[in-house]
């Protein structure tokens, strides 16, 4: 399937977006990293009228030090990026803890931190950490701005506080607070999909370990991110113990209202989330003695004021968008439909057939491609947001027509390909994980496979087949 055509406006400004919200309201719908829109407007489970790109606008990405010792997130931040910087790290290392759970390194490589926040999504880690956490998020409109607690955001099962005119533009997650452990875990049937059951936990301890403060917050065990005041007061004034967490765990019985899926019945998930409760807590618990203040040392900055004083002129409205993308060292210029995907442009519009396409909504990798040299997956990404930017193809691998690449090579010699379907996606995303990686080991290369599926040889051949490519590296 493919989305139904909407209008299309790339608005460089916020204030260009909010003007189009506020003509349009409910018509339009927001894109930032489009991994969950997009997948939904290819099977047409979702059509909106209008699209409104917010990728453009670069005020609304970066991550600063906010003056109570926490940080402030754009909501256009990169999930990858977040997961990468050291503010994230130092002042809210629960946040830092929870991204690599986030689907696949691909998907976190487009997907944005206020679009996850703004889908609501309740098998998603982001909002469960934004509740952990007491985040608030600044939601923006023609009107004012203004901030919403996170208890407050997250209203229904896909449903928030957002009006139709307001773009969630930031996000503030408070300070650690002294003498505190965190910890998230959760459980998959696989590395990057949806966690059946997820819980993420803070707790403070005084200076003889028993607990003073505790939250709590479930994922995927309702239709929002599920706090559960139960299982924390059994905590308080009890010092860490075993019996300690399995009350915890009995106790956020009745706050949970697990849904159920083909996966997991819902007397499965009540049975994951008493694991899970007592596993998070042990390792929340561990952690509390091994912190200390950072307030001294943290630094503030003023934060960034995204809005100006007057609007500019409303972005023309586009049916037909002109674009021009560099592949694999070409600049090819074209017009294309904005519902166009990146994969079927690649294909049909340039030719290039390496990049194969089986789901069409994120799930397999066969159609993973590199943009800017991260690998993202061309089948939930639009040929318009490539305009401007770099794309690598399986094409472009290799160095001279007479020359394999390492990684081809590596393939070849060790039979790590039989159909070959998809061992294109497979080669792009493993391209800059050696390059960071020059000493992989077996379980790294394992994980950086996590969102490639390989329909007919396995994956032993495959990881020996990366063996050898990093081998062939290190040598050259």
């Known amino acids: 399937m493919k989305s139904s055509p909407f209008t299309y406006f790339a608005p460089d400004v916020l204030e260009g977006a909010l003007e189009i919200l506020s003509q349009h309201g409910s018509d339009a719908k927001l894109l930032a990293g489009g991994q969950s829109l997009i997948p939904a407007m290819n099977f047409r489970l979702t059509a909106p009228s209008m699209l409104v790109d917010l990728n453009r606008i670069s005020t609304l990405a970066g991550i600063e030090p906010a003056l109570d010792g926490g940080i402030r997130v754009g909501a256009l931040t990169r999930q990858a990026q977040a997961g990468d910087h050291p ?10 803890e929870t991204i690599p759970y986030i689907a696949h390194p691909q998907i976190r490589n487009r997907g944005t931190i206020g679009g996850s926040l703004a889908h609501a999504d309740p098998a998603a880690e982001l909002p469960v950490i934004a509740l952990a956490l007491n985040a608030r998020l600044k939601a923006v409109s023609t009107h004012g701005e203004r901030w919403i607690e996170a208890p407050d955001f997250f209203q229904f099962m896909f449903t928030t506080a957002l009006e139709p005119d307001e773009i969630l533009t930031e996000i503030e997650f408070p300070a650690m ?5 965190w910890a ?20 403070t301890a005084d200076e003889n370990g028993v607990c003073t403060s ?6 995927n065990l309702g239709d929002n991110p599920l706090d559960s005041p139960h299982a924390a007061v059994t905590l308080v004034g009890q010092p860490p113990s075993e019996a300690a967490f399995a009350a915890a765990a009995e106790a956020a019985q009745p706050d949970l209202d697990p849904i159920g899926s083909v996966h997991a019945s819902p007397d499965y998930q009540r049975h994951l989330a008493k694991v899970l409760t007592k596993r998070v807590l042990r390792k929340a618990f561990e952690r509390t003695n091994q912190q200390i203040s950072k307030a001294a040392s943290r630094h503030t900055s003023k934060p960034t004021n995204q809005q100006t004083a007057q609007s500019p002129p409303l972005p023309t409205a586009n049916t037909q968008s002109p674009i021009s993308i560099t592949i694999n060292g070409v600049i ?9 995907l990146l994969s079927d442009f690649l294909r049909h519009e340039i030719g290039l057939t390496g990049t194969h396409v089986g789901c069409e909504h994120g799930v397999c990798g066969a159609c993973t491609v590199l943009v800017d040299g991260h690998p993202v997956r061309s089948c939930l990404t639009f040929a318009v947001q490539a305009h401007g930017h770099e794309i690598t193809t399986v094409e472009g691998l290799a ?3 007479h020359e394999l690449h390492p990684l081809q090579q590596g393939f070849w ?9 998809c061992t294109p996606g497979i080669l792009m995303t493993l391209v800059p994980f050696l390059e960071t ?3 992989p080991t077996e379980d790294q290369i394992r994980h950086a496979l996590s969102g490639n599926l390989c329909r007919c040889t396995g994956y032993q051949y495959i990881v020996e087949a990366v063996q050898v490519a990093a081998e062939i590296i290190r040598n050259s």
């Not at 998230?184 to 707790?203: H, K, P, W």
């Not at 505790?214 to 994922?219: D, E, H, R, T």
């Not at 010699?413 to 379907?421: A, I, S």
Request: aromatic fraction near 8%; charged fraction near 25%.
């Open 332 to 340: 090819h210029q074209k017009t294309v439909e904005p519902r166009l």
């Open 87 to 96: 503010l994230v790290e130092e002042r809210t290392p629960l946040l830092h």
């Open 413 to 421: 010699e060790k039979h790590g390909l039989q159909c070959g379907f």
């Open 184 to 203: 998230f875990v959760e459980f998959s049937r696989r590395l990057g999909d949806y966690a059946l059951a997820g819980v993420a936990a803070i707790v």
């Open 214 to 219: 505790a939250k709590i917050v479930y994922l």
């Open 177 to 181: 607070p002294e003498r505190a452990g």
């Open 437 to 439: 990686n020059p000493h």
């Open 399 to 401: 160095p001279n027509p």
